[in-house]
């Protein structure tokens, strides 16, 4: 009877290692591919911010303002004659009297 509750109790906690050793590996399984998408995701997260710096840089340029300036806010630039520049008269250089 010794004999039989020994191998009971052996056969129990071999079953039970492996268990616990498969709920580990299917563990490891679900956070590997767990990863995978996270390094995919991570991907195209880098690649939508390349766009938008792309974006960020076209948006910048004087080319792209100026055509947005003249459709969205009908602006226009102004003839050379519509600008004047004030000018200050400089002041007459005098000796240093001692």
Same mark, same amino acid.
């Given at each position: 009877?010794?004999? *039989? %509750?020994? &191998? /009971?109790?052996?056969?129990?906690?071999?079953?039970?290692?492996?268990?616990? $050793? /498969?709920?580990? %590996?299917?563990? &490891?399984?679900?956070?590997? $591919? =767990? *990863?995978?998408?996270?390094?995919? #995701? /991570?991907?195209?997260?880098?690649?939508?911010?390349?766009?938008? *710096?792309?974006?960020?840089? =076209?948006?910048?340029?004087?080319? &792209?303002? =100026?055509r947005?300036?003249?459709? #969205?806010?009908?602006l &226009? !630039? /102004? !003839?050379? =004659?519509a @600008? @004047?520049?004030?000018?200050?008269? @400089? !002041?007459?250089?005098?000796? !240093? @009297?001692?």
């Amino acid at each position: 009877m010794a004999g *039989i %509750s020994s &191998v /009971l109790v052996a056969i129990a906690a071999a079953a039970g290692l492996g268990l616990f $050793y /498969l709920s580990q %590996s299917s563990h &490891v399984a679900a956070t590997g $591919y =767990e *990863i995978d998408a996270l390094h995919a #995701r /991570l991907a195209d997260l880098r690649r939508d911010q390349q766009q938008l *710096i792309f974006q960020i840089g =076209e948006a910048r340029s004087p080319a &792209v303002i =100026e055509r947005r300036a003249r459709a #969205r806010l009908d602006l &226009v !630039p /102004l !003839p050379n =004659e519509a @600008t @004047t520049f004030a000018t200050t008269p @400089t !002041p007459a250089l005098t000796e !240093p @009297t001692n």
